[in-house]
Every structure is written in structure tokens, then in C-alpha cells.
């Protein structure tokens, strides 16, 4: 995208957000309007394609921060009175006559001003691509520009997490187009360099005393021009196909994690490096196990025999069973730890299954059971709050 484009465009509007929104709410926003005009959910609808077009280009520059930074010093520059308009409607900096349309116009010839060659164009261009100081060189050709990135949301099982799975992903975006295989170009022919930038893709030119330098509007930026268009893409280099993916998620992936494909996100236009492809992980619960890091967590239920007199608990394991040896006069609530029986870690070790005892209190008695227990209560010492029954004295 160009100079020109941040200037113009307020890309927290398109978002729905204010220009003070946290990275999350910005990525929350983005994640809402992407789904609701994905072309998926859309077909044929060419207007919400386009939405989704302008959602992605703002969640671009928003969700880099770096980018983002950037993108609000040039909007404050121009919004806080640096550049005022002239009797022509353009913008006059420090008394010296001057157009902002001079920033993003055709192509002219060359010459050097006194800020050495560079000028105003330098500045934006310090501040696009991250360059800074040093004096004086011409605005760098964009050249072939770079695909978007791709996000994707994937379910998981809880056991396919635990234990990494490969799944095939299908996804309905750009792709190389096969005819010209990226090249945006008739079979036959090749792209020729630009006759205005001469292949550079950047022109220069002088305006009163300063002097820019700025993509060249003949090509884009690109260095070169496509005479005949290729019949598929006509000359974008990429068209829209459905394409599948075989997906290796590691073991140990958590809920939310975000997995980074290089490469396989939409393709450059006309042969520019093909963007990422981000893989948004939501693992389904699992009825029996839980998780913390590495560990599992199991909750099972003992009896109050079984908790007063010990017992030895079998339970399962996401891989079979292990089990577990209770001790005397275990209290509810009490953790068991089988070691080595959670999610395995990148370097070989596991995490461990923690099981959780829960001493289950019978609804209702039978008779038998009944007389029992207060025989029991009979020849067992009371509960040890003798603490709590002298606060209690001191209100009779």
C-alpha cells in the first residue's frame, strides 16, 4: 500500500474501533468483520468481498504495532497543522509554495535540492519502511509487492492436542494463477520494464527548493509493466481458487496458539514473496481431563470408606490407565500426581496427570446405612474445633 493510502485512509474507521483501542480489541474487531464478509459466507457478493479486502488492509498496518506507530505519526503530521493549504488547495509547509498532490504525482524529471536529492520524499520514505537519518537517498523501489497475510481458525480435539495431529485445511483465497504462474503476463510474453522509471521503479523530481522522489505511478512501484494481460488474472499475477493444506499441529498445542505457516498466505502480484498463513488454534474441552501447561488434571470421586481407610484407585491416563494408592484418612480435595502421564514436552520430558479426590456424600441413606453410621459416629473422636466452638462461647 502507498504513502498515499495512510494518509487517506482512516483505518480505524474501517474497523469500527477508536484511535485508542488496545492491540486485542483491534485483533476482536478485525476477527468479527473478517468473518462476517469472508467470501466464504458471501459468495458472489462482490461488495462484501470488498469489505474484506479493506478489513485485512487495516488489520495490516493496525495490527503491527511498528506499523502502527508509523502510520499514526504521518496521519498527526498531516492532521496537526504541519502542512496548511495554499490559495491552489494545497498544503504550504514553512512558507514555501507547495502542492501535497506533488507527493503522489506522475513521473518527472531528475535533479537534486538542497535537502540532497531526497526532500520530503525521504522523510516518508524513513518512516514507511523504518529507514532513518542518513542522509539523503532516493525513495527505495517497492518492487514486486508482497502477498497478504492469511488468518484461519482450526478446532481441535483435546486428545489430537495433546498429541500433535496433521490435518488437512481447505481455504478459499488468492493463488498463483497457473496460466502465468504468477507473472500477470499473456503465455508468451514477459513483463517489460517500465518506460518511465526505466525498471527502477521510483521516480524524482524537483518542486521550487525541495526535490522527491516516490513510487512511479506507471508501475506501481514495480519496475516493470505487463503490455498483454494475461486472459486469467488480467495482470494481477493471482486469482481466487480453493487450495488444501496438510497441517502438522505439534504436540502440546494449546487453546489459542498461533501457528505460523511462512509462505503460504496469498501470493505477491507478479511475483512478489507470498505472504503467511496464521493458523488461530480452539481445542474442544474433553469431558474426563482438564489442563494446566503441561500438566493434566482428572477430578474422581472416592467414597468416605474409601477415603478413611485408604484404597488402591485406578484411573485412566489419555494413553490407558495407571493406579493410584489412597492413604488413610485422605481429605477430600487431596491431589494424587502420576508423573510422566501429561503432555509431552518439545524436549522429550512429560508433564504429569494430577488427580483430584472428591469425597462423595450420599444423598440418602437406607436404613442399614443409617444405623451404621451412628454406630460409627458412636466410636470416632468429634471434629477438631474446639477453636471455633470457644468464639461461639463467647456470644451464649
Same mark, same amino acid.
Given at each position: 500500500?502507498?504513502?498515499?493510502?495512510?494518509?487517506?485512509?482512516?483505518?480505524?474507521?474501517?474497523?469500527?474501533?477508536?484511535?485508542?483501542?488496545?492491540?486485542?480489541?483491534?485483533?476482536?474487531?478485525?476477527?468479527?468483520?473478517?468473518?462476517?464478509?469472508?467470501?466464504?459466507?458471501?459468495?458472489?457478493?462482490?461488495?462484501?468481498?470488498?469489505?474484506?479486502?479493506?478489513?485485512?488492509?487495516?488489520?495490516?498496518?493496525?495490527?503491527?504495532?511498528?506499523?502502527?506507530?508509523?502510520?499514526?505519526?504521518?496521519?498527526?503530521?498531516?492532521?496537526?497543522?504541519?502542512?496548511?493549504?495554499?490559495? +491552489?488547495? =494545497?498544503?504550504?509547509?514553512? $512558507?514555501?509554495? *507547495?502542492?501535497?498532490?506533488?507527493?503522489? /504525482? &506522475?513521473?518527472? %524529471? !531528475? #535533479?537534486?535540492? +538542497?535537502? =540532497?536529492?531526497?526532500?520530503? $520524499?525521504?522523510? *516518508?520514505?524513513?518512516?514507511?519502511?523504518? /529507514? &532513518?537519518?542518513? %542522509? !539523503? #537517498?532516493?525513495? +527505495?523501489?517497492?518492487?514486486?509487492?508482497? $502477498?497478504?497475510?492469511?488468518?484461519?481458525?482450526?478446532?481441535?480435539?483435546?486428545?489430537?492436542?495433546?498429541?500433535?495431529?496433521?490435518l488437512p485445511?481447505?481455504?478459499?483465497?488468492?493463488?498463483?494463477?497457473?496460466?502465468?504462474?504468477?507473472?500477470?503476463?499473456?503465455?508468451?510474453?514477459?513483463?517489460?520494464?517500465?518506460?518511465?522509471?526505466?525498471?527502477?521503479?521510483?521516480?524524482?523530481?524537483?518542486?521550487?527548493?525541495?526535490?522527491?522522489?516516490?513510487?512511479?505511478?506507471?508501475?506501481?512501484?514495480?519496475?516493470?509493466?505487463?503490455?498483454?494481460?494475461?486472459?486469467?488474472?488480467?495482470?494481477?499475477?493471482?486469482?481466487?481458487?480453493?487450495?488444501?493444506?496438510?497441517?502438522?499441529?505439534?504436540?502440546?498445542?494449546?487453546?489459542?496458539?498461533?501457528?505460523?505457516?511462512?509462505?503460504?498466505?496469498?501470493?505477491?502480484?507478479?511475483?512478489?514473496?507470498?505472504?503467511?498463513?496464521?493458523?488461530?488454534?480452539?481445542?474442544?474441552?474433553?469431558?474426563?481431563?482438564?489442563?494446566?501447561?503441561?500438566?493434566?488434571?482428572?477430578?474422581?470421586?472416592?467414597?468416605?470408606?474409601?477415603?478413611?481407610?485408604?484404597?488402591?484407585?485406578?484411573?485412566?491416563?489419555?494413553?490407558?490407565?495407571?493406579?493410584?494408592?489412597?492413604?488413610?484418612?485422605?481429605?477430600?480435595?487431596r491431589v494424587?500426581?502420576?508423573?510422566?502421564?501429561?503432555?509431552?514436552?518439545?524436549?522429550g520430558r512429560?508433564?504429569?496427570?494430577?488427580?483430584?479426590?472428591?469425597?462423595?456424600?450420599?444423598?440418602?441413606?437406607?436404613?442399614?446405612?443409617?444405623?451404621?453410621?451412628?454406630?460409627?459416629?458412636?466410636?470416632?473422636?468429634?471434629?477438631?474445633?474446639?477453636?471455633?466452638?470457644?468464639?461461639?462461647?463467647?456470644?451464649?
Amino acid at each position: 500500500m502507498s504513502s498515499k493510502d495512510w494518509i487517506e485512509k482512516d483505518y480505524y474507521a474501517v474497523l469500527g474501533v477508536e484511535k485508542s483501542a488496545s492491540s486485542d480489541e483491534i485483533k476482536k474487531s478485525y476477527r468479527k468483520l473478517a468473518r462476517e464478509s469472508h467470501p466464504d459466507h458471501n459468495p458472489g457478493d462482490p461488495l462484501a468481498e470488498e469489505r474484506f479486502k479493506a478489513v485485512s488492509e487495516a488489520y495490516a498496518v493496525l495490527g503491527d504495532e511498528k506499523k502502527r506507530r508509523e502510520y499514526d505519526e504521518m496521519r498527526s503530521l498531516f492532521g496537526s497543522g504541519a502542512f496548511r493549504r495554499n490559495a +491552489r488547495g =494545497g498544503a504550504q509547509p514553512g $512558507g514555501v509554495p *507547495f502542492d501535497v498532490s506533488d507527493l503522489f /504525482g &506522475g513521473a518527472a %524529471g !531528475g #535533479g537534486e535540492g +538542497r535537502f =540532497g536529492g531526497g526532500g520530503l $520524499g525521504d522523510l *516518508f520514505g524513513s518512516i514507511f519502511t523504518g /529507514g &532513518g537519518g542518513g %542522509g !539523503g #537517498g532516493a525513495a +527505495r523501489p517497492r518492487g514486486p509487492a508482497r $502477498g497478504r497475510d492469511v488468518e484461519t481458525e482450526v478446532a481441535l480435539d483435546f486428545t489430537d492436542a495433546v498429541r500433535g495431529v496433521t490435518l488437512p485445511l481447505t481455504l478459499r483465497s488468492a493463488g498463483v494463477c497457473e496460466t502465468c504462474h504468477g507473472t500477470g503476463a499473456k503465455p508468451g510474453t514477459q513483463p517489460k520494464a517500465c518506460p518511465v522509471c526505466h525498471g527502477a521503479g521510483v521516480t524524482t523530481r524537483n518542486q521550487g527548493s525541495f526535490s522527491f522522489s516516490e513510487p512511479c505511478r506507471n508501475c506501481q512501484g514495480v519496475g516493470t509493466i505487463v503490455e498483454e494481460k494475461c486472459p486469467e488474472c488480467h495482470g494481477s499475477g493471482g486469482v481466487t481458487k480453493t487450495r488444501t493444506l496438510n497441517v502438522r499441529f505439534p504436540a502440546g498445542v494449546a487453546d489459542g496458539q498461533r501457528i505460523r505457516l511462512a509462505g503460504r498466505g496469498e501470493p505477491g502480484e507478479r511475483g512478489g514473496p507470498a505472504g503467511d498463513l496464521f493458523v488461530q488454534v480452539k481445542v474442544r474441552p474433553d469431558e474426563l481431563f482438564g489442563r494446566t501447561g503441561d500438566d493434566l488434571t482428572l477430578t474422581v470421586p472416592i467414597t468416605f470408606a474409601e477415603a478413611v481407610l485408604g484404597t488402591d484407585l485406578r484411573v485412566p491416563t489419555l494413553d490407558g490407565t495407571v493406579t493410584l494408592r489412597v492413604p488413610a484418612g485422605t481429605p477430600s480435595g487431596r491431589v494424587l500426581r502420576a508423573r510422566g502421564k501429561g503432555v509431552v514436552r518439545k524436549d522429550g520430558r512429560a508433564g504429569d496427570l494430577l488427580v483430584t479426590l472428591d469425597v462423595a456424600v450420599p444423598a440418602k441413606l437406607s436404613d442399614e446405612a443409617r444405623s451404621a453410621l451412628e454406630a460409627f459416629t458412636e466410636h470416632t473422636p468429634p471434629a477438631a474445633r474446639e477453636h471455633l466452638d470457644a468464639r461461639v462461647r463467647r456470644f451464649s
